[in-house]
């Protein structure tokens, strides 16, 4: 029987260092202690480069080479590891630590079947006789609730979905009973809904087998949501740790108070979100600049259309010499407006069509049926030059947008000259400066390359790229999935503060409600390639009126659940 | 320490004498006519009197021959570099009209994806099916047949550039294509479509240069196999003619007299030509491993 | 999955019809087929009679079908150098390249494989770094050259091996074998191990940057915290995936091996198809070389019919799509 008291993991002055090339070292853990008791779910927070996922690959002795554990103790069930060699001799990972990864799609081997990949722990650690084994893996296989687990005990991973195969992960985590797992972001790959199915299930095992969990995640809901108790972690340093209550409601260290207020509130919609402003005169001049020159685009009223869909419907399908491939319809008869000024949100779990909404109006999709009418001009396969000028769009991926070989000042001068808006290269680079400013970026940042950037700089630069060309319509996908909380916060209020200061329309994708609650004006929810329900953000939120816009409501994890706030619909 | 920095950003040893090497091989071959100690090609100056004298170094040599003479008596360190020449310049001369063909064929059928991608890579594979020194020898052979000594003489260069190009092609158009959708797929090149900038100058302004890198490595590696190969056929007969002999001519006519005892006018020219090739493959080797760790590995 | 196939069959017969269609151009346009089969200072008379008998005097088209119909049973016309039918010339060398390619294919798995996996795994060890090396002058220095210092050291001064010719021959029914006596297996020896080298070096780099790939995914760290033994996972787990691509740069290789067999058989006096090849070329006897290239493209074919279907056995994602 596992001893109630004796903790399952504990950790005193853990430090991990890198000794560099150049002959420095980089501390990337920082003296930590961290507790965890037999059933506790002890959530790891920070945000990257903060050293949580060194802390999770020490435990499971998977330290990436030069990395070294340079000092303290980890005790892991009452055992001891081997401080001298950095290896975890007398404790087996796999045995005493269980591991889930954050990729379901890539932690299991493509060519061997769950059983054997189930079976092979046990069968190294337990000696178990294959049949046992086997027996065993089935039960494991209902008891993270797997349907039709006979049968699919003999699949290969490609045949499950991402989340039975995160089921499976877990599965082979407990294979050999071990006391504590070490589970790295293990739903950041997943929509919302099977997301929630997943932390229940980690939650139920903790509770049920006794199993000590260390939670490594970046998102504050789903610690809210399960974890015990809580550690968050700053450049290597836990700034503060606590039980998920106190440290959520009350942080006390400074940086632990920024990073949870930057967590944007589902059940509130806030003016501004409250993060250290870098807003300088110098960044309010130039945006002043850059309407005065967009003056020519805001004729008309506010109630003016910008953009109509109607029975929009877009199909894939690979067409090769050979063959016909089968059609995928993605989206399917989508009608909305976007409004003069407003935001207006699309929001979905992956695959609903979004995106392919987004790129079929900026023009990277060709539509199969129904109509995009953008400014009084019906938009097909061919644009006029002016359409395309006043539809710009920001896409996801920071570090993907710019061009690593172009410098900042020609990317942004590169649309401004080839829609002939500024009448020499001086001006172009005059007026992308302005534009650098206007983002809060120095107006020297331009004669760098992209790669001198982090991914937040690198998106402001991508959206004074959009700018440049005095768009009426921003598209923008998904502007702050791949960033952190905090700089999230940040490049939020750019987009409100740019919106009211340069008067701009946007179309405005994202998974995330909380986001779309905060920035929003009106929103659809998508659904498999169809609107289900479209509304004003406040009503959408406190009266959804669709079963899918409810559950999706429900089950996204939120801070505000433990602060004791309900949602309407909930 | 600043020196220390520089000295890790400098390539290997190997890398360096490499590059030092063929340094000394490219002046050698631009100034062949002034350093060779006689012409080849004019039967004045040489004589079958000096015919099949082994190298200086060796018992019987003669300071005169550097690394002997042939049966004909003709001094083979000028014979090597004029060899050393032709195989040079046929090899960059395949290598560049490959890499056109391949890049641009490579940026179309990634670029533009579905149909004209179907029929650019169907064509490739078909062409890469027959390697390139089966149908050297083909067009050889049929060249033969069909064309007179003179003519087929006159064309050897431009065949043999052309048999060696038009299998290698596909190796750039394949890489430039897999890098090409790569880079579409890039949200750089969606923002550069959705700015409104023509496909021409996405492709010329954005995509090429950041897969210029890859093209360059392929490239080098590629030279390396061009030299090979033009070699080889030049050995098996279907390449340079006696008269104007590449590097791989020459070991072909040392190859009959390998059995007099005569190892060096075959094994000179061969040792010329593995330091060469050996030469460009350290270098496309460290490149690869530099800038693109990815490449397939040849 | 069958539609995968018959898409790759499709392919398969286009390419060949490409292939069956310069064979045909070859024979027909290139040289004067007539000349080739009369005596010399034929009568005009005699000439057209050999046109009929040949069927020059139909339409292209028919020629086209006559000459299709002709492959399809097996004759592949009359060598000029040789007067005997190509078909019986081809088989009669076929034994040769067969013996030759199959020794050397094995010597180089069997060395390539366990190298490239040490060099991805001990990048450090003295062994790999003499390997990386080595496969780099490998790499550089042409089969023919290889083969020429090997005849130079091994057969003309130490004497130890011969330089060229299948020794004595054990007919085994079927064909000629090399592998039963003595003399046989020595003159295997210089030309395998040749063609071997060229294709161990490729091997073994391949092994060495897939293995490598593969380390370094998830799955291979999730199995290292499950705390499999390591010789599991680089053994089973890791070698596995790594040698999927082997099996198709094997099959897109073929040709490459072809090549070098014609080079290796050449440098050795081989007396295979690659040496009757080149001799062809030489002549030039072009029934022999049309017909060499329709060997080629079928065998072509057919391994990468091979390759696909071992695929869908080795890789189960496509077996069930």
Known sequence: ?570 | MATQSLMRRLPPVSVMIASLVLLIMLILVIFAPLIAPMDPRDVASYSLMDMEIPPAFMEGGDPRFLLGTDNQGRDLVSVILFGLRISVVIGLGAVIFAAVLGVVFGLVAGFFGGMVDSIVMRVADIFVSFPTILVALLISGIARAQLSAETMLAWAPLVLIFSIAINEWVQYARTVRASTMVEIARDYVRAAKVIGLPAPRIMGRHILPNIMSSVMVIATINLAGAILTEATLSFLGAGMPPTYPSLGTLIRIGNQFLFSGLWWIAVMPATVLVILVLAVNVIGDYLRDHFNPKLMAR | ?321
């Not at chain 1, 560099?20 to 790891?44: C, Q, S």
């Not at chain 1, 410098?407 to 590169?414: D, F, Q, S, V």
Request: proline share 5%.
């Open chain 1, 1 to 570: 029987m596992t001893d109630t008291t004796r903790p399952v993991l504990d950790i005193r002055n853990l430090r991990v260092e890198y000794p560099l090339a150049n002959g420095n070292t980089l501390v990337a853990v920082k003296d930590i202690d961290l507790m965890i008791r037999p059933g506790e779910i002890h959530a790891l927070v920070g945000e990257s480069g903060a050293g949580k996922t060194t802390v999770g690959n020490a435990l499971m002795g998977l330290l990436q080479a030069p990395g070294k554990i340079a000092a303290g103790s980890i005790v892991i069930a009452g055992k001891e590891i081997n401080l001298r060699t950095g290896r975890t001799e007398g404790i087996v990972p796999g045995r005493d630590v269980g591991a889930i990864f954050q990729d379901p799609m890539t932690s299991l081997n493509p060519l061997f079947t769950v059983e054997s990949q189930l079976c092979e722990g046990m069968l190294t650690h337990l000696k178990l006789s294959s049949r046992e084994a086997k027996a065993r893996a089935l039960d494991l296989m209902k008891a993270v609730g797997i349907p039709e687990p006979e049968r699919r005990l003999g699949s290969y991973p490609h045949q499950l979905s991402g989340g039975q195969r995160q089921r499976v992960v877990i599965a082979t985590a407990l294979a050999c009973n071990p006391q504590l797992i070490v589970a790295d972001e293990p739903t950041t790959a997943l929509d919302v809904s099977v997301q929630a199915q997943i932390l229940k299930l980690i939650r139920d095992l903790a509770d049920e087998r006794g199993v000590g969990v260390l939670l490594v995640t970046h998102n504050m809901g789903v610690v809210a949501e399960i974890a015990d108790r809580v550690t968050i972690m700053q450049n290597g340093a836990v700034v503060e740790s606590g039980s998920t209550r106190e440290v959520l409601t009350a942080p006390k260290a400074p940086y632990a108070r920024t990073l949870i207020g930057a967590v944007p509130p589902i059940d509130v919609r806030l003016e501004r979100l409250p993060v250290p402003s870098e807003e300088t005169q110098v960044a309010l001049d130039a945006r002043a600049s850059v309407r005065r020159k967009n003056a020519k685009s805001e004729t008309g009223n506010r109630d003016d259309m910008v953009l109509s869909v109607r029975d929009l419907a877009v199909e894939y399908g690979a067409r090769s010499l050979f063959r016909k491939a089968s059609v995928f319809k993605a989206v399917k008869g989508v009608s909305f407006d976007v409004r003069r000024g407003e935001i207006f949100g699309l929001v979905g779990e992956s695959g609903c069509g979004k995106t392919t909404v987004a790129n079929t109006i900026a023009g990277l999709v060709t539509q199969s049926g129904g109509s995009i009418n953008f400014q009084g001009t019906a938009l097909g396969g061919r644009r006029e030059k002016s359409v395309r000028q006043s539809l710009q769009m920001v896409f996801q991926d920071p570090y993907s947008a710019l061009n690593p070989r172009l410098r900042i000042n020609a990317a942004i001068a590169e649309p401004i000259l080839f829609y002939k808006l500024a009448s020499s290269a001086d001006e172009a680079r005059q007026d992308a400066k302005t534009l650098l400013e206007a983002v809060g970026l120095p107006a020297d940042a331009g004669t760098r390359f992209a790669h001198a950037f982090s991914g937040g700089q690198r998106q402001r630069i991508a959206i004074a790229r959009a700018l440049g060309p005095r768009p009426s319509l921003l598209i923008c996908d998904e502007p702050t999935s791949a960033l952190d909380v905090s700089v999230q916060a940040q490049l939020l209020n750019l987009l409100k503060d740019l919106r009211d200061l340069a008067g701009l329309s946007m179309l405005f994708i994202s998974h995330d409600l909380a986001v779309i609650r905060q920035m929003c004006d009106r929103v659809a929810v998508m659904k498999a390639g169809e609107i289900v329900e479209l509304a004003d953000t406040e009503t959408l939120f406190t009266a959804p009126k669709h079963e899918y816009t409810r559950e999706l409501l429900r089950l996204a994890p939120s801070v505000e659940r433990i602060l004791g706030r309900e949602l309407a619909s909930a």
């Open chain 3, 1 to 321: 999955m069958i539609r995968l196939f018959s898409v790759r069959l499709l392919q398969a017969i286009l390419v060949m019809v490409a292939v069956t269609a310069i064979a045909f151009v070859m024979f027909r346009f290139v040289g004067d087929p007539v000349a080739s089969m009369v005596r010399e200072g034929a009568t005009q008379a005699e000439k057209d009679a050999v046109r009929v008998a040949l069927g020059l005097d139909k339409p292209v088209a028919m020629q086209f079908a006559n000459f299709v119909g002709q492959v399809l049973t097996g004759d592949l016309g009359t060598s000029y150098r040789y007067q005997q039918p190509v078909t019986t010339l081809l088989l009669s060398r076929l034994p040769a390249t067969l013996e030759l390619v199959i020794v050397a294919t094995v010597l180089a798995l069997s060395l390539g494989i366990p190298l490239g996996v040490l060099c991805a795994l001990k990048p450090n060890a003295f062994l790999s770094r003499l390997t990386q090396s080595a496969t780099l002058v490998g790499i550089s220095m042409p089969t023919f050259v290889t083969g020429l210092l090997l005849i130079l050291i091994f057969a003309v001064n130490l004497r130890w091996l011969p330089s060229s010719g299948r020794g004595d021959l054990v007919d085994i029914g079927l064909w000629e074998t090399g592998f039963l006596s003595l003399s046989g297996l020595k003159s295997l020896i210089l030309p395998s191990i040749t063609l071997a080298l060229f294709q161990l070096t490729l091997i073994m780099r391949l092994v060495r940057s897939e293995m490598i790939d593969v380390l370094s995914s998830d799955y291979i760290r999730f199995a290292f915290a499950r705390g499999l033994p390591r010789p599991y996972i680089y053994g089973r787990l890791a070698l596995r995936n790594a040698l999927m691509p082997v099996v198709t740069v094997t099959g897109l290789q073929i040709g490459q091996l072809i090549a070098f067999a014609i080079v290796t058989e050449t440098v050795f006096q081989w007396p295979g198809m690659g040496l009757l090849f080149t001799n062809a070329v030489g002549y030039p006897d072009v029934p022999v070389l049309a017909a060499y290239l329709l060997f080629v493209g079928f065998l072509f074919v057919m391994i990468n019919m091979i390759v696909d279907i071992l695929y869908t056995f080795i890789d189960p994602r496509l077996r069930t799509r």
